[in-house]
């Protein structure tokens, strides 16, 4: 028999690092099976037909067909994750922007409101009124 087909289990540590790498590498590769089976998804260039065959493959001969993916549509996989991110990006710092402006200060229409209320309570004049609206609107 060969001795070094034993050798990692010679030494504890060598099998324990053995265990570890295969089961980083099994990790690794339902990772990259994930995010292949989501890009399939993703592509909006891809036919439905082209989405169901690729899908297919990747299920039935994994291993197969993720090399296959990766080879054929890689370049690809890697831009529509970019503009993904750029998207997700945009619509975040949209979404921080709006309610940042909303929550500092209130719109015209409800500040207008508010002084109509002022007014016709008696609180201030209507040059005041005229003045405040002006700042308002300005």
Same mark, same amino acid.
């Given at each position: 028999m060969d001795s070094s087909a034993y050798m990692a289990y010679d030494y504890p540590v060598l099998g324990a690092f053995w265990t570890m790498m295969?089961?980083? =590498?099994w990790i690794l590769w339902l990772v990259l099976l994930f995010r292949i089976i989501a890009d399939i998804f993703r592509d909006d260039t891809m036919s439905g037909w082209g989405k169901a065959g690729w899908l297919v493959l990747v299920v039935v001969v994994p291993f197969l067909g993720v090399f296959v993916y990766v080879l054929a549509r890689g370049k690809g996989m890697g831009k529509r994750e970019?503009?993904?991110a750029r998207?997700?990006?945009?619509?975040f710092d949209t979404y921080?922007?709006?309610t940042a402006r909303g929550a500092g200060r209130t719109s015209e229409v409800e500040e207008l409101a508010k =002084?109509?209320?002022i007014r016709a309570r008696g609180d201030i004049s209507d040059e005041e009124f005229?003045?405040? @609206?002006? @700042?308002i609107l300005h």
């Open positions: 295969w089961i980083f =590498l970019m503009e993904q998207a997700q990006q945009q619509a921080v922007r709006e =002084l109509s209320e005229r003045r405040a @609206k002006e @700042k």
